[in-house]
């Protein structure tokens, strides 16, 4: 069974630029999260899909957002890019929604965001 | 707010001793999951192990252990006989709360302990 699928590996923009990573969940995974690990911030939680809705997300601006598609996959977009903005994006997928966590949260191997 | 702390930053140890990795978590709710993962230099988050909040019971899987103390909200992960694959960072993290069905969807992450085991 493949994990889950993170592109592009690197990824590298300047600063003002769009930025758009993609994730492609577990079969039969309809969740879908986004994290960020920038350096000395530990992981963050950005957002939370499910069934095509976003359900959640974490304190950060506008600028980042994203959509899931009718295949679960899902896309995390970040406009007007900032320095800080140079991190890991990590995305995870879950079986259903995670009010049941014993379905676990499985991650991918991330996006390694680079603003110059 | 629910926070994760892992007191220790870094740990270094030689080949075959064993190592504790400390895990203090803060939250109002009531029911809730403990997990620790391990980050490998790949950057991958893998799961070791996961805990609910209404069992307390501690288990031994293979190489790894763990501790859970609801009284002193410590989440406890111990590497018997440690190898230099384990090298890796650590991190524990916390499930929001799920009740009557819903959940936010999140894990509060501490902000992980870099075992290095030495040969």
């Known amino acids: 069974e493949a994990g889950v699928t993170q592109s592009p590996t690197h990824l590298i923009k300047t600063r003002g630029q769009q930025a758009t990573l993609r994730c492609s969940p577990i079969?039969?995974?309809?969740?879908v999260y986004w994290y960020q690990q920038a350096l000395g911030l530990g992981l963050q939680f950005l957002l939370w899909?499910?069934?095509?809705?976003?359900?959640n997300r974490g304190n950060f601006p506008p600028r980042f957002s994203g959509r899931q598609f009718p295949n679960y996959s899902s896309e995390l977009n970040v406009n007007a890019l900032e320095l800080e903005d140079s991190a890991l994006y990590l995305c995870?997928?879950?079986?259903?929604?995670?009010?049941?966590?014993?379905?676990?949260?499985?991650f991918g191997s991330g996006t390694r965001l680079t603003v110059v | 707010a629910q926070k994760v702390t892992q007191a220790q930053t870094e740990i270094s140890v030689v080949e075959k001793e064993d190592v504790t990795l400390d895990c203090v978590y803060e939250?109002?709710?009531?029911?809730?999951?403990l997990f620790w993962y391990k980050q490998p230099p790949s950057g991958e988050l893998v799961f070791l192990i996961r805990?609910?909040?209404?069992?307390?019971q501690n288990e031994i899987s293979g190489r790894y252990s763990w501790n859970f103390q609801k009284s002193t909200s410590s989440f406890n992960f111990t590497i018997t006989a440690s190898q230099v694959v384990d090298s890796a960072v650590y991190f524990c993290?916390?499930?929001?709360?799920?009740?009557?069905?819903?959940?936010?969807?999140?894990?509060?992450f501490g902000q992980g302990t870099i075992l290095t085991v030495h040969p």
């Open positions: 995870a997928s879950s079986l259903v929604g995670s009010w049941r966590w014993d379905y676990g949260y499985t």
């Open positions: 079969s039969g995974h309809t969740s």
């Open positions: 899909y499910d069934e095509g809705e976003e359900r």
């Open positions: 939250t109002r709710d009531t029911t809730y999951y």
């Open positions: 805990r609910n909040s209404f069992d307390e």
């Open positions: 993290a916390l499930s929001d709360g799920y009740a009557g069905g819903t959940s936010y969807g999140k894990l509060t």
